[in-house]
């Protein structure tokens, strides 16, 4: 008996269904190359909901899971305000008698530990106060060229960038994203998002554009993004931007008065990790990129000669026993055989940078490796110290030069070798 063809007007709609169908009945290998195509997808079969995990957008924050921390060694903290730990965020106060700690600190736990973040950017308060000049905020510059090149059609208020991150307090309250836009007629937008106490909490602000916003095409600052922990009456009142929308710049005014006290509660934490910056309406999944990539982002706008582990600078940086130890790993060598230009007792050379820096409000320092001093290099052999200065900035090579006349040698000869760290920094 001849077998009679099934076809689709031979079952009935409910007939076939996921119950009915092994978890590997249907494989890649079974579906032909054009089985599936736009036109048989209806137009509310994928959702987001359906996608999450699956679609993750660039990550326009850097350094947003806090991996990266050159200028001091890995979880070490500051008792300074702004760039001092990790990488290219700036734990920004002020204010009579105010004073707090940053610190990256190792997270073992909760939702951004699921999430795969393994450090946190922890602030604490160490110095009450209550005066109405008092302020605290957590902040990422972010460059004009990359924030204008993104993808965001930002005079538009049906484009969108979202900006998300996990967050926890000791104290719950209200607290604020900031976003201030740095060209034409400086522009805010301001949203408020709450927390509840030592409870970590998944924060996402959708942001829309805005027909007075302009971002310039080039290296300098697009806007500030911030997270505003605490502020005193001389930049809170009524009379300053709607939350959840645009206005132009009044720090005045900056947001509602804070119900909480962070500046003024003893031991007060604030964390945060896992930022996001983002093109779209919607938080997509954390992109981690891994160390290294990490890592070369940061160094656009802050790199070094030492070790990843050793803290830059001079003496006051590494105090051994009252006096300056020297740290020879990673320093540079001159060799001014090779180096020495037609002056007699001048030698130019050119310093390696990792990877080309934004060309804006670059500083370049130099240190003696033995003894810490800077603006200085050193002769290897007798350990003298001599002036080195800037020459010529390039993104890729500045060059210097240094006088080095009186040296033992009485002249730059072949076979003088000098040495030398050096820091290069370019935040915005």
């Given at each position: 008996m001849a077998l009679t063809k099934?076809?689709?007007?031979?079952?009935?709609?409910?007939?076939?269904?996921?119950?009915k169908i092994a978890d590997d009945a249907i494989t890649s290998a079974l579906i032909a190359d054009n089985a599936v195509v736009t036109a048989a997808i209806a137009d509310d079969a994928v959702t987001s909901a359906k996608t999450t995990g699956v679609i993750t957008n660039p990550n326009i924050a850097i350094n947003g899971s806090?991996?990266?921390i050159q200028r001091q060694p890995p979880s070490a903290s500051s008792t300074v305000t702004g760039?001092?730990?990790?990488?290219?965020?700036?734990?920004?106060?002020?204010?009579?008698?105010?004073?707090?700690t940053q610190a990256q600190v190792a997270l073992t736990s909760g939702g951004p530990y699921d999430e795969g973040h393994r450090y946190v950017f922890k602030c604490t308060n160490t110095s009450n106060t209550t005066a109405a000049d008092k302020w605290f905020y957590i902040r990422q510059g972010v460059e004009a060229k990359i924030l204008r090149n993104c993808g965001w059609q930002y005079n538009s208020t049906?484009?969108?960038?979202?900006?998300?991150?996990?967050?926890?307090?000791s104290l719950a309250g209200t607290y604020y994203v900031f976003l201030y836009m740095a060209d034409g007629t400086p522009q805010s937008f301001r949203k408020s998002f709450a927390l509840s106490a030592a409870t970590w909490t998944?924060?996402?602000?959708?942001?829309?554009?805005?027909?007075?916003?302009?971002?310039?095409?080039?290296?300098?600052?697009?806007?500030?993004?911030?997270?505003?922990?605490?502020?005193?009456?001389?930049?809170?009142?009524?009379?300053?931007?709607?939350?959840?929308?645009?206005?132009?710049?009044?720090?005045?005014?900056?947001?509602?008065?804070?119900?909480?006290?962070?500046?003024?509660?003893?031991?007060?934490?604030?964390?945060?990790?896992?930022?996001?910056?983002?093109?779209?309406?919607?938080?997509?999944?954390?992109?981690?990129?891994?160390?290294?990539?990490?890592?070369?982002?940061?160094?656009?706008?802050?790199?070094?000669?030492?070790?990843?582990?050793?803290?830059?600078?001079g003496a006051a940086n590494?105090?051994?026993?009252?006096?300056?130890s020297g740290t020879y790993m990673g320093c540079e060598n001159i060799d001014s055989l090779n180096s020495h230009s037609a002056y007699g007792q001048r030698i130019n050379w050119n310093v390696p940078l990792p990877v080309p820096m934004a060309n804006h409000a670059q500083t370049l320092t130099i240190i003696n490796p033995y003894n810490g001093d800077t603006g200085k290099i050193m002769q290897s052999g007798g350990g003298a110290s001599y002036?080195?200065?800037?020459?010529?900035?390039?993104?890729?090579?500045?060059?210097?030069?240094?006088?080095?006349?009186?040296?033992?040698?009485?002249?730059?000869?072949?076979?003088?070798?000098?040495?030398?760290?050096?820091?290069?920094?370019?935040?915005?």
């Open positions: 099934l076809n689709t007007l031979s079952l009935a709609d409910d007939a076939i269904t996921s119950a806090m991996e990266v760039y001092k730990t990790v990488d290219r965020w700036n734990a920004n106060w002020g204010g009579t008698s105010a004073g707090i049906s484009s969108y960038i979202t900006y998300s991150f996990w967050a926890k307090s998944k924060v996402s602000v959708t942001i829309p554009g805005a027909a007075n916003i302009t971002i310039d095409d080039n290296t300098g600052l697009g806007c500030n993004l911030d997270i505003h922990v605490d502020r005193g009456t001389n930049y809170t009142g009524s009379g300053g931007i709607a939350d959840n929308a645009w206005g132009q710049h009044a720090s005045a005014t900056g947001t509602p008065d804070y119900a909480q006290a962070w500046q003024n509660t003893s031991s007060a934490t604030f964390e945060v990790t896992g930022c996001k910056l983002e093109l779209g309406q919607s938080a997509t999944s954390y992109d981690h990129l891994g160390f290294d990539k990490e890592l070369e982002r940061c160094q656009r706008y802050y790199a070094k000669s030492y070790i990843y582990t050793e803290r830059p600078g590494h105090p051994t026993s009252g006096s300056y002036t080195a200065t800037l020459w010529q900035w390039s993104e890729k090579r500045p060059n210097l030069y240094g006088t080095v006349s009186g040296n033992s040698y009485g002249n730059v000869n072949g076979g003088d070798a000098y040495r030398y760290h050096w820091t290069a920094e370019g935040e915005l």
